[in-house]
């Protein structure tokens, strides 16, 4: 055996004990949108009071890639009655802020959240009369 035949043994079997090297090309993380606190805030204050009216009673929370949502509902096997949608890529345009009805239609758009949220205020001093 030559000098050069064990060098490139003893490097192979170095090579077999070592982690592969790492790579710059490591796939980029993954941004989520998210609801900030401030306005988490804001839409458990709205939700606080629905629940407390007994109109609301579930809730949850999608951190999307391109949107966040959060969906109320009445009962927490139905369709969500509202979503509360934040998506950055309308901000320029029509607002990230949306309130989505239960078929889909936008209730109310925007860019400021509580503005958007005002919808919410209007149903709050709606009551029932009986004849």
Known sequence: MSEFDEEAQHRGAAALHQAPPRTSAMPPIRQQVAFHRREL????????????????RDYA????KDKAVFSVFRRSSEM?????????????????????GAGGMILKRGTDLAQ???????KRHLSLVEA
């Open 41 to 56: 805030d804001q839409i458990l204050r709205i939700y606080g009071y629905m629940v407390a009216n007994g109109e609301w």
């Open 61 to 64: 929370i999608d951190h999307l």
């Open 80 to 100: 969500p009655l509202y979503r509360i949608e934040k998506d950055p890529r309308n901000a320029r345009r029509q607002g990230a802020y949306s309130v989505v």
């Open 116 to 122: 958007v949220l005002k919808i919410f205020d209007r």
